[in-house]
Structure formats: C-alpha cells, structure tokens
T-cell receptor, first 116, second 112 residues
Framework: EAGVTQSPTHLIKTRGQQATLRCSPI?????VYWYQQALGLGLQFLLW???????NRGNFPPRFSGRQFPNYSSELNVNALELEDSALYLC???????????????FGNGTRLTVT | GNSVTQMEGPVTLSEEAFLTINCTYT??????LFWYVQYPGEGLQLLLK?????DKGSNKGFEATYRKETTSFHLEKGSVQVSDSAVYFC???????????FGTGTRLKVLA
C-alpha cells in the first residue's frame, strides 16, 4: 500500500509569509495528525483531523491552522511565519474504529520548513 | 498529567553491543505503548507495540515489555548494528482516546 505522502519535501519562506503544507493519508485512513519537530526537540502535537473535522489542537497559536478535505487529505497552514517556525512538520494517519493495536500512527517523511 | 520520559541521548555503542533505552510513562487508565524509529531524513516508523500489561512487543531483534508495576517500556536489543543508528521515540496512546503522547526521543549512534 502507498504510505503517507507529504509535499513539498522542502519549503523556504521569509518571515511574515504564509506556508501551506499538504498530506495524503494511507488509503482507507480517515484520521490525520500534524506534528512539529523542531531541531533538538521531540514531537509537538499540532492538530488532529478526523472525518473532515478538527478533533483536537495542541498548544500552538491560531496562526497554525488546517483543514481536512472530503478525500481525507489534509493541509496545514502557517500564517505570519516566524523564525522559530523552522522545523520538520510531520503528518501521520490512522484508521479510527479499529483498535490501536491494529492501527497505530503511520508517518510521512515530513516537510522541512525553513524561515529566513 | 500524562507523559512519557525517555533517557537522554545520544547513546553511542560499538557494533554488537547490547542496547537498552529506558522509557517510563505516567498515564491514567491502561494506555497502549509504542516504540517508533526515525532514520535520518525520514519520518517515524512503528518499531513495536504492546497493548496490555506483560505484553512483549518485538521486531527486527528489538524487544520491549509492558511493565505496569514499574510503568516502563524499555527498549532492548541484544546486538546492535551500524544500521540501527537512528532516533528512537517511546509513545503512548491514552486508553479510550486517540491521543498520542511522545517522548523526546533518544538518538542512538552505533560505531563499526
């Protein structure tokens, strides 16, 4: 099966601009999670979407937003970029309705966002 | 609150050495526990998992046992290879929810 795909692989923006990151989950997965992995830090939970709805949100400012489309793909938008937004943004998908044992998170390779 | 604590890295070992990466957790209820591995330039991959006390997850020579009495899920491998060099994340899934909590990751470097 095709894995979770993210685009673009790399993204370079200047401070104050907007960035849009995209994620396609594994076929059949309805749930998409976004994480930020800054250098030297672990994974910080950003957003969780399921069935087109935002289900949970991490401790990030409102300029981090996103959406999930009817085909379950997802978009993460970061407005008014700041230097500290430079990080690897990881998307993961899972299939709710199954036990976690059968459906853990499946991650994409991430988008490396650099803000200059 | 709910949390996952991993040992600080980096961990540097010689090839064929024994590996232990400690992971302890704090969580309400009965969480499921996972180890993920992140190779350079890639996302996280599930390495192994366990869903109840005394379960042992295993994969690619790695093992971890769900110890409820010590709230631990330590990762072990008997003989590491250079190709095992990566960052390892311990994680839990809170029972009755779809909320995952990750540790900060432990970088492993294996020298030939």
């Amino acid at each position: 099966e095709a894995g979770v795909t993210q685009s673009p692989t790399h993204l370079i923006k200047t401070r104050g601009q907007q960035a849009t990151l995209r994620c396609s989950p594994i076929s059949g997965h309805t749930s998409v999670y976004w994480y930020q992995q800054a250098l030297g830090l672990g994974l910080q939970f950003l957003l969780w979407y399921d069935e087109g709805e935002e289900r949970n949100r991490g401790n990030f400012p409102p300029r981090f937003s996103g959406r999930q489309f009817p085909n379950y793909s997802s978009e993460l938008n970061v407005n008014a970029l700041e230097l500290e937004d430079s990080a690897l943004y990881l998307c993961a998908s899972s299939s709710l309705g199954q036990s976690a044992y059968n459906s853990p998170l499946h991650f994409g390779n991430g988008t490396r966002l650099t803000v200059t | 609150g709910n949390s996952v604590t991993q040992m600080e890295g980096p961990v540097t070992l010689s090839e064929e050495a024994f590996l232990t990466i400690n992971c302890t957790y704090t969580a309400t209820g009965y969480p499921s526990l996972f180890w993920y591995v992140q190779y350079p330039g890639e996302g996280l991959q599930l390495l192994l998992k366990a869903t109840k006390a005394d379960d042992k997850g295993s994969n690619k020579g790695f093992e971890a046992t769900y110890r409820k009495e010590t709230t631990s899920f330590h990762l072990e491998k008997g003989s590491v290879q250079v190709s095992d060099s990566a960052v390892y994340f311990c994680a839990l899934l809170l029972s009755g929810t779809y909320k995952y909590i990750f540790g900060t990751g432990t970088r492993l470097k294996v020298l030939a």
